[in-house]
Structures are given as structure tokens and as C-alpha cells.
């Protein structure tokens, strides 16, 4: 597609349950950065792909999250035993890498709920 | 780590009025950025300076990167219905390919 694609767009689950957020980023960007943004708050950073190596992943809250990229392409946000404080909107960005003018294209995000 | 300091954290105007809001930070960046996010999307890039001084114009939209590297600011000139929205700062390193954002100006706009 044209632009970052990400699923689900809105996502209910409950306390302790696994969750998956999957981002597709735009062709041929080798960039891809997951951000968490709160309630009121700012963009806060999760992680920082490459290819698919996370030379930055400095901002995972917890071993309860992980992430991964294959093929140089898709994103897979993976929260273990989720939390109520989980809650958030997860978004996507992606960039070419190269070019570096600080330039990211975000997706719309994934809403996470957790009751 | 490096935290982005936006002021106002909200703004309520009328419609035609100029808008101005800053961003500071306790550490140096090499590039400043502003992005806005719509409701119900992701930031889309605003503006982006690249060096100490350097002043940016887009539009209505003008920015500025401070001399210090420690902060930027982004005026709105007779603002728009379309200009509602949360406006964020964000800082890069040199050679680092993640930006740091701030808290963000909601912009409320009253016709």
C-alpha cells in the first residue's frame, strides 16, 4: 500500500492475556520504529529496527514486550500478560533510512485496551 | 534519557488568530522537528531544521531551531479551522535514527 499499514486498528482484551500489532511498513523503507503514545502524553519509544536487527531497543517497558521484523518488511509488537497500565495506542512509523532528515511516516495506529 | 519540554500543553483560540508554542530540552539535538497528528492518525512532518539559527517557514507555519540546539519554536499565523490538533516537537541526534518527541500542544480552535 501507499502508506504504514497497521492491525488492528482497535484491540479489547483482558488483564493477562497475550496481544499481537502487526505493522506493514511502506515499500522499501528499511526504518521501522514502534511508539507507545498514552493518554494526553507524548510519543514514547519502544524500539528501532534496521533490516530486521533492533539495534535500538532501549525503550521496551518490560520483558513483557517484544518485537520482530521478517523479510525486511512486516513488524510484529508482541505483549505478554497484559497490564491495565498496557493501555495505549501503538503506533508505527517507518522511514528511509538513508535518506535520515528525521522524516517518519506513521501509520494510524493500534488502540490497546486492556480491562 | 533526553525529555522535550512543550509548552502550552493546550491552547484555545479563535478562529484567525496567530499561534505560538516552544519546545526545550536539557540536552543539545542536531535536528528539530515538528509534526501534527489529526484525530484518529499518526504525526504527519510539519517542518524540520537542520541547523543551529535556522529559520523555516511553510505556509502559515514557521519554525525556528535555537541557537542553543536546546530548543525550537513553531508559530501558526491566522490560524485555520484545519489547524486543530496536537502539535509535537521532536529531536534527533546526530547519526541516531530515533527521534525523541515531546508531551505535545493540543490546539483548539473556536470559529
Known amino acids: 500500500g501507499a502508506g504504514v499499514s497497521q492491525s488492528p486498528s482497535n484491540k479489547v482484551t483482558e488483564k493477562g492475556k497475550d496481544v499481537e500489532l502487526r505493522c506493514d511498513p511502506i515499500?522499501?523503507?528499511?526504518?521501522l520504529y514502534w511508539y507507545r503514545q498514552s493518554l494526553g502524553q507524548g510519543l514514547e519509544f519502544l524500539i528501532y529496527?534496521?533490516?530486521?536487527?533492533?539495534?535500538?531497543k532501549s525503550g521496551l517497558p518490560s520483558d513483557r514486550f517484544s518485537a520482530e521484523r521478517t523479510g525486511g518488511s512486516v513488524s510484529t509488537l508482541t505483549i505478554q500478560r497484559t497490564q491495565q497500565e498496557d493501555s495505549a495506542v501503538y503506533l508505527c512509523?517507518?522511514?528511509?533510512?538513508?535518506?535520515?532528515?528525521?522524516?517518519?511516516?506513521f501509520g494510524e495506529g493500534s488502540r490497546l485496551t486492556v480491562l | 534519557g533526553q525529555q522535550l519540554n512543550q509548552s502550552p500543553q493546550s491552547m484555545f483560540i479563535q478562529e484567525g488568530e496567530d499561534v505560538s508554542m516552544n519546545c526545550t530540552s536539557s540536552s543539545i539535538f542536531n535536528t528539530w522537528l515538528w509534526y501534527k497528528q489529526d484525530p484518529g492518525e499518526g504525526p504527519v512532518l510539519l517542518i524540520a531544521l537542520y541547523k543551529a539559527g535556522e529559520l523555516t517557514s511553510n505556509g502559515r507555519l514557521t519554525a525556528q531551531f535555537g541557537i542553543t540546539r536546546k530548543d525550537s519554536f513553531l508559530n501558526i499565523s491566522a490560524s485555520i479551522p484545519s489547524d486543530v490538533g496536537i502539535y509535537f516537537c521532536a529531536g534527533q541526534n546526530q547519526g541516531a535514527q530515533k527521534l525523541v518527541f515531546g508531551q505535545g500542544t493540543r490546539l483548539t480552535i473556536n470559529p
Open positions: 529496527f534496521q533490516g530486521n536487527s533492533a539495534p535500538d
Open positions: 515499500s522499501g523503507h528499511t526504518a
Open positions: 512509523a517507518s522511514s528511509r533510512t538513508h535518506a535520515n532528515t528525521g522524516e517518519l511516516f
